[in-house]
Structure formats: C-alpha cells, structure tokens
C-alpha cells in the first residue's frame, strides 16, 4: 500500500456570485473567482502565505513542500490539516525540518505570481536531474490534448481570473488544477503526484502560465519530460529547460505552437 499521511478534506468552492451591470445597464449574476489566504504551517512554525481558489489546500501544501525541497520523502510527514475557519493548513512531521532557518535564510525572489520564492539552492539541483530521452509526443496527440483542455470543464471558462494546470499521458487528462497562482496549481498537482505515488517519467505537463525559471524547475523535479504552456517562456526558463533536456513547447493554442528545447521527443506528422 501507498504511505498517505493524514488528511483534512477542507475544499472550498472555487467561485462565488456577484452582481454586475453589463454594457445594457442590466444587473447580471456573474461567477467571479474565489482567492483566499492559506497560511502553512510546519510544526506550528509559519512557512508561507498562500493566496489559493481553496480547492486543494492539503494537495498544495504537499506540493509546495515537495518542490521547495523542505521535505524530501512523503513517509516524513503525519498529518495536513487545512481549516478555513482560521485560513491555515498544518504539516505536522516526524522528525522536523531539517536546517529550516538556513533554508529559509537562502532565497531568490522570482517573479512567480502566487509564491514568489525559491527555498535552499534549487537552481543548483537542477545539474543532478535526469530524465527519460525514450518518450515520445506525436504532433497528432499533441493537438488532441489541446484539444481536450479546451473542451474541459473549467473555472476560467466560469469566472475567469485563474490558472490551469494539467498531468497528460498522451493526450490524456490525467489531473486538472486551478487556482489563482500558476505555482499552487503546479504545486497542488505535484502534491497529488506525492500522494497517489503518480510517476512523471513519461508524462506531460500542461500551464496556462508563463514558463518561468521557477515553473521549469518544477516540472524538472516531478521528472516529467515534456512541458506545455498556452504563454511564452523567458530566457532563464528557457536556459534551464535546455540544461535539464526537457521538451519545452510554448504559445500553445489551437494549430499552432512553438517548439523551443528537447526537439528529439517531439514527433512531426
């Protein structure tokens, strides 16, 4: 069996109803995006604070864990207790964080929205990630999976205002996440990635956000080789998509895409 710590099931509803005037003076009911505070909490001590939909605080709380590398096995942690009573999520661990302070002391502001830093030396792990150069995308189930995020069901369809992020294989929508930050909603899948033992080896990763350098380093991470982003990319996003091998398309919408890195995964029909 799968180690699963234990878990709150404290989901919120991921948008609410206001009334707005349109163009006609009419009063229309209009579904506008839910955004809450999340503070994280690692035994009592305050980590960060999240602005978050609300839809997967133990998943994000997880994920955010796992991709600051503040805890490295899922086995460490007891329990994530999320309350939205008091706007915070509890990681209670067996054995503590290790050189927290040094960790916390050791930060790079980025400009990730949502988040906005990057713990310990992760722009130095990247030289040790390997991933797999025997999977393959064809060009025919890369426009199916665009395809199928099209057609799936959405908050941004609804309100708006938010981000997406999906797990495919092929073209297979394996997990979609919203949420107000591009980085909870990778976090949040990394997070359910952890929990349900979801290997990344040959997967591919989908955002509606920019391809920053903290973005890219995620995906590294969750090893998963092949990276999709509706926007663009900047150049240190790029550089380390390049250093790491992954496949990075960018400006993905309809028909058209473009290819940036890791050409050898990307199969032309």
Request: negative net charge; proline residues 2%.
């Amino acid at each position: 069996m799968t180690y699963r710590p234990e878990l709150t099931q404290a989901r919120c509803a991921p948008t609410f109803t206001v009334e707005a005037r349109n163009e006609h003076g009419e009063i229309v009911p209009t579904e506008i995006a839910a955004e809450r505070p999340l503070t994280l909490y690692v035994d009592k001590r305050e980590i960060v604070t999240l602005m978050t939909l609300g839809g997967n605080p133990e998943a994000l709380a997880l994920g955010y864990l796992r991709n600051q590398r503040l805890v490295e096995n899922l086995e460490d942690i007891v329990a994530v207790h999320a309350d939205w009573e008091v706007g915070a999520v509890a990681v209670t661990t067996r054995h503590g964080l290790a050189d927290l302070d040094g960790r916390m002391a050791k930060r790079t502001v980025t400009t990730g929205c949502g988040q906005g830093t990057v713990f310990g030396a992760l722009m130095e792990d990247i030289e040790n990630i390997r991933l797999r150069d025997d999977v393959r995308l064809d060009e025919a189930v890369y426009y199916q999976l665009i395809d199928n995020i099209r057609r799936h069901e959405t908050v941004y369809k609804q309100a708006g205002a938010v981000h997406g992020c999906a797990l495919a294989k092929g073209a297979e929508i394996l997990l979609f996440v919203e949420d107000v930050g591009r980085h909870n909603a990778v976090d949040a899948i990394a997070g359910r990635m952890w929990l349900d033992a979801i290997d990344g080896s040959d997967k591919v990763f989908y955002t509606t956000g920019r391809l920053t350098s903290e973005m890219v380093i995620k995906c590294a991470q969750m090893r998963i080789p092949l990276l999709v982003s509706r926007s663009g990319l900047t150049q240190m996003g790029h550089d380390i998509a390049t250093r790491t091998g992954i496949t990075m398309i960018g400006r993905a919408t309809g028909k058209h895409y473009l290819l940036f890195s890791g050409h050898h995964r990307f199969v032309k029909t």
